[in-house]
């Protein structure tokens, strides 16, 4: 399977509580975006890199959230002291970036319940 | 910013009707629209995309329009089957590269 992969699926937490979700995009793509979705709502961007450059961070990104894309491969989401207005599907996208036409992929998304 | 506004919330159609979803975008420099298919549990799955220097794309039973004077697009399925049930959501990629989603619009083929 060469498309968008998340883990874990699903993540169930206790408020407080720190989660990592990880993505691992198409292998040839070099932007790689973090989504969340609300239920009935259409997914809202987070934050994307550039290979291994973070490039721009959402204000929906507070400082409990962190992301990291090491060696510009896959990347992992961070969340310190889990609220439960942190409860989404956590979606990530990659894209390779040509010319100016940036089609995004996504993967099944992970999706966080804090209790 | 950019800002996305799309209806109807739901569409409901009989089995071999036609769906029209329709949406409109704000930042005038918009310039890749893409439709995205997302089913119960899944991620978005792109169908469909139009670019600003096209009006219309076809791909089999799915077309997109593009109206760029009035900053409108829209999706067409026609000969609706029930696999098409599902939410559907128009995005667009604007200055900033970003993609805006809309609302999302629930389909529900009617056997």
């Known amino acids: 399977d060469t498309g968008v992969s998340q883990n874990p699926r699903h993540k169930i937490t206790k408020r407080g509580q720190n989660v990592t979700f990880r993505c691992d995009p198409i292998?040839?793509?070099?932007?790689l975006y973090w989504y969340r979705q609300t239920l009935g709502q259409g997914p809202e961007f987070l934050t994307y890199?550039?290979?291994?450059?973070?490039?721009?961070k959402s204000r929906l990104l507070s400082d409990r959230f962190s992301a990291e894309r090491p060696k510009g491969s896959f990347s992992t989401l961070e969340i310190q002291r889990t609220e439960q207005g942190d409860s989404a599907m956590y979606l990530c996208?990659?894209?390779?970036?040509?010319?100016?036409?940036?089609?995004?992929?996504f993967g099944p998304g992970t999706r966080l319940t804090v209790l | 910013g950019e800002n996305v506004e799309q209806h109807p919330s739901t569409l409901s159609v009989q089995e071999g009707d036609s769906a029209v979803i329709k949406c409109t975008y704000s930042?005038?420099?918009?310039?890749?629209f893409p439709w995205y298919k997302q089913e119960l549990g899944k991620g978005p799955q792109l169908i469909i995309d139009?670019?600003?220097?096209?009006g219309e794309k076809k791909d089999q039973r799915i077309a997109v329009t593009l109206n760029k004077t009035a900053k409108h697009f829209s999706l067409h399925i026609t000969e609706t089957q029930p696999e098409d049930s599902a939410v559907y959501f128009c995005?667009?990629?604007?200055?900033?590269?970003?993609?805006?989603f809309g609302t999302g619009t629930r389909l529900t083929i009617i056997p």
């Open positions: 930042d005038s420099a918009s310039n890749y």
């Open positions: 292998s040839e793509h070099n932007r």
């Open positions: 139009i670019r600003s220097n096209v």
């Open positions: 890199f550039q290979n291994e450059a973070q490039l721009e």
């Open positions: 996208a990659s894209s390779e970036r040509l010319s100016r036409w940036i089609e995004q992929f």
């Open positions: 995005a667009a990629i604007g200055g900033n590269e970003k993609l805006t």
